[in-house]
């Protein structure tokens, strides 16, 4: 059953990889290199094959802008079944943007630094592996001085981010409260996704009006990120990006620390990591709901939801020990339970939850299998092997889904996963749990 299951998900993933040396992550829906995307389908590669996770790493980086940031799309070829393509974003208005590349002026979760570090424990070839490294490892650092130096406008620590496209959880409601706080106009598109999947599994056509709009002022301003920060209806310090960006600081010393030489840099990022988890937990843990949450530094108030983000410190080593245990608890008391899959994206019992729709609830591969490490790194091993089981269970009932139902019980026989088929990151991460 296992070596069936990692058979058909190199199946997905070989599927999926393109000429240009980079993999789609799924067929119709999504035809571009995705960046976090990319990190984890580089796991699932690296085990059975180094060649394409390392061409995967070096493809998106190739496409980094001079001035260290990393685009959340690179438009490798021209194909408009997808909106907003290339046309739309514009990323040539950015004066320091690849010349060579077309892109979004956006990014999305800083996943390099760790995932570098991950394809190193994976393969057998340690030489090859960390001489790849040694090639790639500056840009994710420069990467790295991109956000402190950008997007950390009181500098605090924590990195803020302009987009819901950005945080990858991108209809979450948590975005409800900062669309309560805009009015943009209706625009006039036509959307692609929903020819690919069913539109009560996708974010609505006002929903839309609001990313398009918030592109429309970062266009304005030709993507300068200081008149982002000036004037961006949406501002928000994101647990899930943050955490990403904690474990990645950490990967980039210990991977500065193999490779030898470096120290400044290594002390550059040992400066930015105490301080990020300092402010981390002083500014994003909420006690009274006992888990993490997003902080909207726009209207500077705290949103004050839980979702599967807010359990993500624990991937990054950011709770102390008895913070651990009260987040674990919360995440038992409102995520788990007899009836359901570990882990909903969104607060099962909050009325904002949707359990097919996209990230207002659905269990993702990939945020399962960041909770996996992160509870077994802290010690609760029956939580982590539930996570586990979990996600091994819903790709055996349903294949490579985009997102699943977390209700084991749906009432409907017909159900099945959903969002996009042959979906690469559950492909390639299902890899990674079956073989750890
Ligand atoms: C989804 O996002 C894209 C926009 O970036 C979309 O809906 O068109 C998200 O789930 C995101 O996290 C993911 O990286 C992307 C590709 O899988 O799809």
Not at 288 to 313: M, Q
Not at 324 to 349: H, I, N, R, W
Request: net charge negative; charged share 25%.
């Amino acid at each position: 059953m296992k070596e069936d299951i990692i058979n058909r998900a190199k199946d997905v993933l070989d599927a999926n990889f393109q000429e240009g040396g980079f993999t789609i992550p799924s067929k119709g829906l999504y035809p571009f290199q995705w960046k976090w995307d990319s990190g984890f389908i580089a796991i699932g590669l690296a085990h059975y094959n180094t060649d394409h996770a390392k061409k995967e790493i070096e493809t998106l980086l190739n496409a980094q802008w001079d001035n260290g940031f990393i685009p959340h799309i690179v438009f490798h070829t021209d194909d408009d079944s997808y909106f907003p393509g290339h046309d739309f974003h514009r990323s040539d208005l950015h004066p320091l943007s690849s010349k060579k590349y077309k892109s979004t002026g956006m990014t999305q979760p800083p996943v390099t630094g760790f995932i570098l570090q991950d394809m190193l424990n994976i393969v057998d070839d340690k030489e090859d592996m960390l001489n790849f490294i040694e090639e790639q490892i500056d840009k994710v650092y420069d990467n790295h001085v991109y956000f402190y130096e950008n997007r950390d406008p009181q500098n605090e620590g924590l990195v803020y981010i302009y987009h819901n496209w950005e945080s990858g959880t991108d209809n979450s409601p948590v975005w409800d409260d900062i669309w309560n706080t805009m009015n943009p106009p209706e625009y006039t598109f036509e959307r692609k996704d929903t020819t690919h999947v069913d539109a009560s599994q996708r974010p609505s056509k006002r929903e839309y009006d609001h990313y398009l709009y918030i592109i429309d002022i970062a266009k304005q301003n030709n993507y300068d990120d200081a008149k982002i920060a000036e004037l961006s209806p949406f501002l928000v310090q994101d647990p899930l990006f943050n955490a990403m960006l904690i474990k990645s600081n950490q990967a980039l010393i210990d991977l500065y620390g193999l490779i030898g030489g470096n120290e400044d840099k290594i002390k550059r990022l040992l400066n930015w990591q105490s301080k990020s988890i300092k402010c981390f937990n002083e500014k994003l843990f909420d006690s009274e709901l006992g888990a993490y949450v997003h902080y909207d530094l726009r209207n500077e108030r705290a949103i004050r939801h839980i979702t599967s983000s807010s359990f993500s410190p624990f991937f990054a080593n950011i709770p102390n020990a008895e913070r651990a245990k009260t987040l674990v608890q919360t995440m038992m008391d409102k995520f788990g339970g007899e009836d359901k899959y570990l882990c909903a994206s969104f607060d099962p019992t909050d009325e904002r939850f949707n359990p097919r729709k996209y990230w207002r609830g659905p269990v993702w591969i990939n945020m399962n299998w960041m909770l996996y490490i992160g509870l077994k790194n802290y010690g609760f091993t029956n939580m982590a092997s539930q996570i586990r089981k979990d996600s091994i269970e819903l790709i055996e009932r349903y294949g490579f889904f985009e997102y699943f139902d977390c209700r084991k019980d749906t009432g409907d026989e017909k159900s099945t996963g959903y969002g996009g088929d042959n979906f690469s990151w559950s492909a390639a991460l299902i890899i990674d749990l079956l073989k750890g």
